[in-house]
């Protein structure tokens, strides 16, 4: 049996609608309730999203040739032309995935006449598809692995929506400590990708790698600074604290390492405390300025006394190497790939002092991407050319998807990326409409009701909705 649509107490209560089930809804009715004009609506969400991405890619690029100056041999104009090319490339890019899905969204009404609860993922994905194309092929897979942790992030809060699944306390914990166990097996056996392994050997040390590369001492090409009284007692006392350490602290000799194992594990202490609190500091910037310029002594207190990152930092390193240490000294040998894995898990416990969920599930959605081209290069998967793209396409297809349908399972800092690069326009879609489908689209905006121009208005059933709401002549 049917059971239509009817009006209790003034206001509109929908039947749950199947994401097969078609409305009668035109494209400005339910979607650019802005402007009647799709030509119209597509050039503004261009333009809106062309200022939108020169802003952000512009401080993008920019970044990353701080690096490139540095480097006496790299060649000023030509660095400026690429960097220019780059940034209009980027964004024109990003402006057309947005406007070229407002325009997939018109076409597939014009094509069905009708809406199904499938229509933004359609739309998505094929404007996905066709605008990843104007991007270097160089950024498609990092942008296919950074939008492909939202989409599963997303896709696990539609499933908590739903009832499908429970959280667990401390989950994002849980699964940036499995993830970096991982990350640690495959780092000590020297098998993630070259960059990764670096970066990786940079922060925890290159005497954990299965393959370590030749110690280096330092104090033969030290320069030496001049340096305060203060800065001259700290170094006395660290020096002193180090002589200790390796004087009295036990020495495991399946350690690669040069200092004693309880060094080992001071050094990275004490130096990864540091770095994290600096950062927190630079982080904290904007309220340490405001702290000054208000004269809020308890502001400043309170952003210089934050320790979250710095705790983080130093307990992950630090447990990684004393726990390395420790399985070497119980079991007499070291078994890389094993012992990395018990201690990157324990190690990314630390995570619970600075929980940070785009991280973690950067850090899982990358860990699948190198799974993936190991099992190519195995021949346990297919190679197929220009995955890249469809990862891209399907995730943004969820994540398009959402941004009409439910909101509020995106990560809110990717739904205000989303909301500045519609120029600000992705709110003004009519999801009263919408709410029809059961995924309470118009949670975010339960009161918003657009002026349509009645002109333009087909559906008799929106004219009702607009007539309850003061917003039909």
Not at 90 to 112: E, G, M, Q, T, W
Not at 358 to 373: E, G, N, V
């Amino acid at each position: 049996m049917i059971v239509h649509s009817k009006f209790v107490v003034g206001e509109f209560v929908p039947r749950v609608l199947g994401p097969f089930d078609a409305v009668d809804y035109t494209c400005y009715e339910a979607g650019h309730t802005w402007d009647s004009s799709c030509v119209s609506t597509w050039i503004g969400i261009f333009r809106g999203g062309m200022i939108y991405s020169l802003k952000l890619y512009t401080t993008f690029y920019l970044l990353g040739a701080v690096w490139k100056l540095m480097s006496k041999e790299t060649d000023k104009k030509k660095l400026a032309k690429n960097i220019f090319l780059s940034i209009l490339r980027s964004s024109v890019f990003l402006a057309s995935n947005a406007a070229s899905f407002i325009f997939f969204i018109c076409a597939y009404r014009k094509i069905f006449g009708k809406f199904h609860g499938v229509f933004a993922a359609i739309a998505g994905f094929a404007s996905s598809f066709f605008s990843l194309m104007l991007e270097k092929k160089s950024r498609r897979g990092l942008l296919a692995i950074y939008v492909m942790n939202h989409a599963i992030e997303s896709v696990f809060n539609m499933a908590v929506s739903r009832g499908y699944v429970t959280p667990i306390k401390n989950g994002q914990m849980y699964l940036f400590a499995l993830t970096n166990l991982a990350y640690m097996s495959l780092f000590r056996g020297s098998s993630l990708p070259p960059y990764i392994q670096n970066l990786f050997e940079k922060v925890l040390g290159s005497e954990e790698s299965k393959i370590p590369r030749a110690a280096v001492n330092q104090r033969q090409n030290q320069v030496v600074n001049p340096q305060s009284q203060m800065q001259q007692s700290l170094m006395k006392a660290y020096k002193y604290l180090m002589n200790l350490l390796n004087a009295v602290g036990p020495r495991v000799p399946a350690c690669q390492h040069q200092d004693s194992c309880s060094a080992y594990m001071a050094k990275s202490a004490i130096k990864y405390f540091s770095i994290g609190y600096v950062l927190q500091v630079l982080l904290n910037y904007r309220n340490i300025f405001r702290a000054f310029v208000q004269r809020k002594a308890s502001l400043l207190v309170k952003s210089l006394s934050n320790f979250q990152l710095a705790k983080f930092m130093c307990a992950y390193v630090s447990l990684f190497r004393i726990l390395n240490c420790l399985l070497r000294w119980l079991f007499g040998r070291d078994h890389p790939e094993i012992f990395g894995g018990i201690a990157g898990f324990f190690a990314g416990l630390s995570s619970k002092f600075f929980p940070n969920i785009s991280i973690t599930m950067y850090a899982f959605a990358k860990l699948l991407d190198i799974f993936c081209m190991k099992a190519v290069a195995h021949n346990w998967l297919p190679y197929f050319p220009n995955f890249d793209i469809l990862v891209y396409s399907l995730s943004l297809g969820v994540l398009f998807h959402d941004a009409l349908f439910e909101p509020q399972n995106i990560r809110p800092s990717y739904w205000s990326f989303l909301k500045g690069l519609s120029g600000n326009h992705f709110p003004l879609i009519f999801r009263k409409l919408l709410d029809k489908y059961g995924t309470k689209a118009s949670k975010f905006y339960p009161n918003f009701v657009p002026n349509l121009d009645p002109k333009n208005v087909k559906t008799a059933e929106v004219k009702q909705i607009l007539l309850l709401h003061g917003k039909w002549p």
